[in-house]
C-alpha cells in the first residue's frame, strides 16, 4: 500500500498570509493525487485533482503543485472560511486508495 | 446537481449489524462507481470499499473484509453498506462519496452528509 505523509498536523496562520501544506508518498503516484478541505461537522469537499487541477467552484486561491512524491497544497491571502482540515489523497495506485492524516488549519 | 443523501444516525449494540444507505441524484447512478469511507473520531480518512452499481462488482479494504458489505439497488438509485459484529472500535462517520469514473480509478468528486454509527451497550 501507499503511505501518505502530510505536514504540518496542524498550522495557524493569519488573514491575507499565504499557506502551505505538504503531503509526501511513499513512492511515486505520477500525479494522482487530490486535495479535499474538510470543514467542522461537515463531509470533505474536492478542491484539487490530478496535483494541479482545481475542481469547479473552488476559489483561484487554493493551488496544487509536485510531482513524484511530493506535493504541496497552497492556499493564497487566507480567508476565515478557509479554516479547516485538509486531506491530500492518492488515486494512482489502488487498492486501497489512501489518505494522508491532515493538516488542521486554523487563524492566528 | 449531484446529491449523495445518506441515512440517519445510528445507535447500535455491539455484536449487532447496521446497514446505512446512501441514495443519489442529479446523474446517471450506473455510469459512476462508489466508494465508502471511515472517519473515526477526530482522526483521518479510510477507505472501506467501492462499488460498480452497473455489474455489482465490489472491491474492499483487506482490513474492512468480513466487516463491510456493499450493495447497490439500481432501481433506487441507492447503495448500501452493511457493517456486522459492531465493536467500539466501529464507532464513526462513515461516508458515501462518488467516484467520477465508472471503475473508480479517479478521485472523489462527491460525498454524502456523512453517517454517524455510535457503537454503545
Known amino acids: 500500500d501507499i503511505q501518505m505523509t502530510q505536514s504540518p498536523a496542524s498550522l495557524s496562520a493569519s488573514l491575507g498570509e499565504t499557506v502551505t501544506i505538504e503531503c509526501r508518498a511513499s513512492?511515486?503516484?505520477?500525479?494522482?493525487l487530490a486535495w479535499y478541505q474538510q470543514k467542522p461537522g461537515k463531509s470533505p469537499q474536492l478542491l484539487i485533482y490530478?496535483?494541479?487541477s482545481l475542481h469547479t467552484g473552488v476559489p483561484s486561491r487554493f493551488s496544487g503543485s509536485g510531482s513524484g512524491t511530493q506535493y504541496s497544497l497552497k492556499i493564497n491571502s487566507l480567508q476565515s472560511e478557509d479554516v479547516a482540515s485538509y486531506f491530500c489523497?492518492?488515486?494512482?495506485?489502488?487498492?486501497?486508495?489512501?489518505f494522508g492524516g491532515g493538516t488542521k488549519l486554523e487563524l492566528k | 446537481e449531484v446529491k449523495l443523501q445518506q441515512s440517519g444516525d445510528e445507535l447500535v449494540r455491539p455484536g449487532a449489524s447496521v446497514k446505512m444507505s446512501c441514495r443519489a441524484s442529479?446523474?446517471?447512478?450506473?455510469?459512476?462507481?462508489m466508494h465508502w469511507v471511515k472517519q473515526s473520531p477526530g482522526q483521518g480518512l479510510e477507505w472501506i470499499g467501492t462499488?460498480?452499481?452497473?455489474?455489482?462488482?465490489?472491491s474492499y479494504n483487506q482490513k474492512f473484509k468480513g466487516k463491510a458489505t456493499l450493495t447497490a439497488d439500481k432501481s433506487s438509485n441507492t447503495a448500501y453498506m452493511e457493517l456486522s459484529r459492531l465493536t467500539s472500535e466501529d464507532s464513526a462517520v462513515y461516508y458515501c462519496?462518488?467516484?467520477?469514473?465508472?471503475?473508480?480509478?479517479?478521485?472523489?468528486?462527491?460525498w454524502g452528509q456523512g453517517t454517524l454509527v455510535t457503537v454503545s451497550s
Open positions: 462499488i460498480i452499481p452497473l455489474i455489482d462488482t465490489t
Open positions: 462519496a462518488r467516484d467520477t469514473s465508472y471503475y473508480g480509478y479517479n478521485w472523489f468528486a462527491y
Open positions: 490530478n496535483a494541479n
Open positions: 442529479g446523474y446517471t447512478f450506473t455510469d459512476y462507481a
Open positions: 489523497q492518492q488515486y494512482y495506485n489502488y487498492p486501497p486508495w489512501t
Open positions: 513512492e511515486d503516484i505520477y500525479n494522482g
